[in-house]
Each structure stands twice: as structure tokens, then as C-alpha cells.
């Protein structure tokens, strides 16, 4: 499962021979890089490795990609429309290597390790010099510096799930807020999704790597530590322990700190009652369960391969509510499965209404190559899927403005993240929900007692509590 160190020891040797080569091309002048990446917070996480990798090899970042010397987008594949603008834009570097003959332009992540996405890059796009999947992204020490010396376009999309690298430095995009990668890829292969393909099975990082890490993050100073995985509740599974994930969040609530604890994504089939009990018993853990259904609809559900139906999905939500009476639960949807009618569709919207979600991501289906649901036979038209999500998204808005109407007059916790453009400042409450409010820069980075006065439907208006 781990990358060997002797393999680590090498790439490391590699990136001391790029920084060389880099400091004879570019002398005492930094070179700049930029960095972009799409897609879900997994993907942020390996970005923010990728960028601790470049930052060792001499690099400084730039923020914009006119004035790089190595631009590197971190693909993602879950939708075809994340695709389509990483094309275009990708169309639009040409320019750049025309002034500067030097730049190098890398594409990495989801995307490019799929077969159809690395042969269209390779024939389409000739000025495209470096390709590797999200299997080797350790290895790019290895693949630059065998680019810069040859000049050679480099792909490297090898399927090997021996890729857990540990102890690579990581350049955090956030100061407030970190990522944890705890396992990557997924077992569940949901009839219309890419990820198990494009990410390989599920494999869990070690327990004591994941805890050691966290213990730096709250020793850094960090205020809040997302755990990642495509399946948290899965953590551990295949080293053959069970309801490890529960313990993982209990181990990181003790550790010493004042800091938050959240995490993405727990599948319904998986989210056990150990698990809510856990959340509600462990104080860091926030009061909000991100709990993706994708349908209302138990038929659908099945088609779409998830494993649990929605009498159980609503049985979880009333478990987890009876532990957490003011638990905040969030959902992804996919309108427009394959064959959905619109009856299955209005038992979504009823799930919807019932659960009463703080927020929800709406997503029209989108058929992704390689999956099962890219051949069903998909009869209703874009237009009508389009009715449909706008009809979902305005009985959504209706349940946000009442639960955010419920929460006025009472006074939250919010981590505070940063001044908005209305010069207010403005952080997340426990549920994950945005609330602004007066108060002096020096509480960015702080946690503040919020009284919420003034509910909106997708903002809450507050003042500064002491
Ligand atoms: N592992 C997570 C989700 C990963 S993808 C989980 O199981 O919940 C994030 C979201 O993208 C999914 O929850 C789903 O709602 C959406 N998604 C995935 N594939 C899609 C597709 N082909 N078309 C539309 N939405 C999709
Ligand atoms: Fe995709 Fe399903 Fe795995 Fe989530 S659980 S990553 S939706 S296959």
C-alpha cells in the first residue's frame, strides 16, 4: 500500500537534481510556478502536496499564469463540465510558451488518467510537456526532471495502488484550515460515477500516520482539521479493522489544541450508530453530518448502486437527530439519473423537504465514460432536467430560509475566517452555516461568540457576542 522509502529516498534525490537544474537555468532568480486545482477537497489535498514538492525543488508561486515558468492545473472528472474548462483553458496557455519558450505546462489529477483524456492531450495538445495520474503524483520529481533534461513531453499514468506516500512536505492553502487526507479511492462504484476508476480502490492511510499528522496540524496552530475520504466510514476496512473511523475521531478530539474537527464524505449505507454517538459525543467534532442521498427515490437509489433505500437513509437522519437534536445535515443530489421519472424525481423533493437540509449540492447528471450510467437509456431532455433542478433548488431555498429563520436569536460559535467585501467579518457556524458580522481584523483566525439577528436565506446577519 506505502510507497517504499527507498522509492521516497530517490524521488527526494531527484528533486535535489531539479532544483540544481532549475538554479543553473534561472540563476539567482526564483522561478515561478502556478498552480490551479479543480474539483473536490480531496483534490486541494493532493494539490497542497504537489505544491510542497515544488516549493523543495525552488520554486515560488505566482498568481497568475502569465508570470509562471511552470503551470500545473489538478484536473477533476467527476462532471463533464469541470472537463470542458480544463480544455479551455489549457487552450489559452498556448500563448504563454510562445514568450516564454522555457515554460513548462503539467496536467495532473482525475482527468488525465483516463485513457480517452491522456490520448486527446497527446494529439491535440502538443505544447502540454508533463501528464501524470493520481497514482504518481509522489513521482514528480522524477517526470520534471526527466523533461527538463531531454526537453521530452512526459506522461506517466501508471494504475499501481502502492501509492501512499508519507512524510512529503505540504504547503497548506489555507492557514486557518487544513485537510487530512485519511484513505483515498473508493470500493462502491456508484453506477454513475468515475472515481473508483480514476482513483483506484479504496486504501486507508496507517493509524498512526494519520493521527501523528493531525497532532502536528493542532500543534501548528491550526483551527480546523477536515478529514478526507471518498468513504470516511469505510476508514480502515481494508486492513481488516472495523468502526476504526469512530475511534480515528475520538484519538484526534483528545489530542491537545482549540481547534475543530470535520470531515467528508460519509456514505448513508456505511454511517453507523457508533459513528453518531461518537460525533456527539466528542466536543471538537462539529454538529454537522454531510450526508450525500443523490435521490429520494428507492427505485433510483437502486439503479444508482448506492445500498441503502430511502426508509433507511430517513432512519439514519432520525437516528442521528435524536444524538444530535441540532445536527446539521447537508446532501449532494443528482437530478436526471437515467430513466428518472418525474414522480422518482418528486419523491427527492419531498426527501428534501422532509429532512430539512442546511444546504444542498445539486448536480444534473452527467454521463462520465466508463461507468455504467454513461450507457442506460437517458430519455428525458436537458431542458426538462433543467425544470426539474430549478424546481428542487427553489423548495431547497425554502427550507434553508426556515431553518435559517429558526436560528435567529440564538448565539453561535463561529471560527472567523476573513472580512467580506461588504467589510464585515464572517465565519461558519458549527452547522456550516455563513454568518457576517462587526468586529476589529485581529479576530480573523479566532473563534467569537456570534448572536445571530438578522436570518437571510443563504447568509445570517450577527453581532459580535462579549
Ligand atoms: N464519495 C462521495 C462523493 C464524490 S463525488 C460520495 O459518495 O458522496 C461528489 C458528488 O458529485 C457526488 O456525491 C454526486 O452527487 C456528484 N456526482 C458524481 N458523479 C456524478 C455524475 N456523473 N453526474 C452528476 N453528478 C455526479
Ligand atoms: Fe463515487 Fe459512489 Fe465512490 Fe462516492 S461512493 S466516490 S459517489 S463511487
Known sequence: MAVPNSELDRQFEYLTEVRQLLQDRFGDVSPKAFTHTYGCQGNVADGERIDGLLEQMGYEFVDTPAEADFILFNTCAVREHAEERVYGNVGRLKEFKKTNPDLVIALCGCMVQQEHVAKRLKSHFPYVDLVFGTHVQYRLPELLRRHLMTGERVFDL????????????VRHSNRMKAFLPISYGCNNFCTYCVVPRVRGRERSRQYADVLAEAESLAKAGFKEIMLLGQNVNSYGNDFGERELFPKLLRDINDLPGDFLIRFMTSHPKDCSEALLDTMAACEKVENHLHLPVQSGNSEVLRRMNRHYDRERYLETVRCARQVMPDLALTSDIIVGFPGETYEQFKDTVSLVEEVGFSSLYT????????????????????EEKQRWFEELQAAQEQVAAARSAAMKGKTYRVLVESRNKAGRLCGRSSENIMIEFDGPEERIGTFADVLVTEPLTWILKGELVG
Not at 501508471?158 to 512536505?169: K, P
Not at 448536480?363 to 436537458?382: K, Q
Open 363 to 382: 448536480f444534473l447528471f452527467s454521463p462520465r465514460v466508463g461507468t455504467p450510467g454513461a450507457s442506460m437509456p437517458d430519455p428525458v431532455s436537458r
Open 158 to 169: 501508471s494504475d499501481d495502488d502502492d501509492d501512499i506516500a508519507e512524510g512529503l512536505s
